[in-house]
């Protein structure tokens, strides 16, 4: 029983509970009573990469759950004239009325280098 101690004593504050129960062959419950027994608690560190862990992995899992977007061409029209109609997107009116402008003289660009007339 003293090497269980011992072991939970040096493992107890950076591993999982189930992890020190199941190299000692207790359950996991016995090993949190031990370790309260003998005021042990999970170092900072652990706690840290726990929570780390967690916010990992609820980042996965929203990504996962996030379902395709796919809208048809009037759904894209109605998206764009709301963001556009005002000509305010987060970075600011004068700035996206720029990238607008920018996108149509580009595509002016392209019909009259493609040798098409505009009449």
Known sequence: MKNKIEYI???YPT???DYVARK???TPSKVRSI???LDLKKCEDYKKSLMNRLV???RKWYEANIPPFSPTHLQEQIILGSLLGDGYISKGRKEVLTIII???LGKVKEITDSGNNLN
Do not use: C, V
Request: aromatic share 0%.
């Open 9 to 11: 004593i040096n493992h």
């Open 15 to 17: 591993n999982s509970t």
């Open 24 to 26: 000692l062959n207790l």
């Open 35 to 37: 370790a309260k027994g």
């Open 56 to 58: 990992e992995d609820r």
């Open 102 to 104: 920018k996108n149509i």
